[in-house]
């Protein structure tokens, strides 16, 4: 079981937005997508979830192309949670929640209403139940989104294939509780034997919950590794152009101050 990409390649009215990237992932780790703003770090994801199709090169998932799969059966396989999810109807949390079980219209569980509530419960939103999503704050929005595609993955395959979850920014409108507390969840997600990658810009977090990570810079993926070997001072100075100096915390993990 495998999601890779291969010579992954985005031109977009003569723009390049991403060059030849290679990665090659497997269910039940954590893996961080990093990189500076405009590096092509979502065009990517968007390239794993099938949002995009790549102007060069394939995706494959469990070795067939990502395009021979209809959009149903994609839909059992991998939740998407975009970086923004509008909502053009006026849909309260849990109704959002609720369309993660969507896809499996056709052949629904005993434990539907469970599932909704207990993915509700997972991100802290089962008191927002009733509250209209567009009422909401982009946090709030964040924690929904994230129960939604939780909801959407919930039970493993009867078949025993490969679960992906994939999330541009989950962290990015959430208090430090709250980060921490979805990467906690995403990681225990990843125990289950669910592959998450995520889109960060934390390298803090990356480097305390990520089990790998792709750095992207200036449209390439440069380089794909466990976490902790490749945000290495050298390499974070280079693609980011900054100053970081690692330091461990009180409880041993090892973090970076920067500038």
């Known amino acids: 079981m495998s999601l890779s990409c291969i010579d992954g390649t985005v031109q977009i009215g003569g723009k390049t937005l991403l060059a030849g990237a290679n990665i090659d992932l497997v269910p039940g780790r954590v893996t961080a997508i990093l990189g500076p703003n405009g590096a092509g770090k979502s065009t990517l994801l968007s390239l794993l979830g099938g949002q995009r199709q790549p102007t060069q090169g394939q995706v494959l998932l469990d070795n067939r192309p990502l395009e021979d799969y209809t959009p149903a059966a994609l839909a059992l396989r991998r939740a998407l949670m975009p970086q923004e999810s509008a909502v053009a109807f006026d849909f309260n949390a849990q109704e959002v929640v609720a369309l993660g079980r969507f896809p499996h219209r056709l052949a629904p569980d005993n434990d539907e209403d469970d599932i909704v509530a207990a993915a509700m419960a997972l991100t802290d939103v089962s008191a927002l139940a009733p509250r209209i999503l567009n009422t909401l704050s982009g946090g709030e929005k964040a924690r929904v989104h994230m129960a939604r ?52 810009h934390d390298l803090n977090l990356a480097l305390r919950y990520a089990d790998e990570v792709v750095v992207v810079s200036a449209g390439r993926a440069a380089v794909q590794g466990p976490t902790a070997d490749i945000l290495q001072p050298a390499l974070i100075e280079s693609v980011w152009a900054t100053a970081c100096q690692p330091v461990v915390g009180r409880d041993g993990a090892l973090q970076y101050l920067f500038g």
Do not use: S, Y
Request: proline share 6%; aromatic share 6%; hydrophobic share 55%.
């Open 149 to 200: 595609a939780l909801a959407q993955l919930w039970h493993p395959r009867p078949d025993g294939a490969g679960r992906w979850l994939l999330l541009d920014e989950p962290t990015a409108a959430l208090d430090i509780a709250h980060q921490h507390a979805a990467m906690r969840l995403l990681r225990a997600w990843a125990t289950k034997g669910v592959g998450v990658v995520a889109v960060l």
